[in-house]
């Protein structure tokens, strides 16, 4: 029975599987049918001295070299992304640490600027701040420094 129910799982995930690489194939092959009928409008209404016949060159290589690129992403992100299973799932690898995530500039800058800080709150715990402030007391910020 489990062996049933199982099999019949497993075949829901290869239908939705082949299901959406089918979508995404007709999604790329859409890109390409917009990109080559306007590449032939723009060379049609250049014929007719719209604009230049170099513009509507230009513009089709633009425009194709963006679709590769979208299908290449795609591809890139089906393949290395994408969960083999489930098409709706991402794959994560890897550690996702504070210190894997942000780049190591970003956080040196961070630490520098918390000491900074602490140098400045250092510096001024020994000065009054209601001088000049009518007796009012400015709110306190309480920063903790090593």
Known sequence: MEDTVDSKRRQIEINEWSYHEKMETL????????????????????????????????????????????????????????????WNERQFQ???????????????????????VCDAVAASKGTSGTAGTGGTKPPTVTVTCP
């Open 27 to 86: 999604f790329i092959l859409q890109l390409f049918f917009i990109g080559f009928a306007t590449t032939v409008i723009l060379m049609t209404l250049a014929k007719y001295g719209f604009f230049s016949k170099l513009y509507a060159i230009y513009m089709g290589i633009v425009m194709f070299a963006v679709l590769i690129v979208v299908g290449g992403v795609r591809r890139l992100y089906t393949k290395n992304v994408r969960d083999k299973t489930h």
């Open 94 to 116: 890897g550690d996702y640490s504070l210190s894997s995530l942000v780049p190591p500039a970003v956080l040196s800058a961070t630490s520098v600027a918390n000491q900074t």
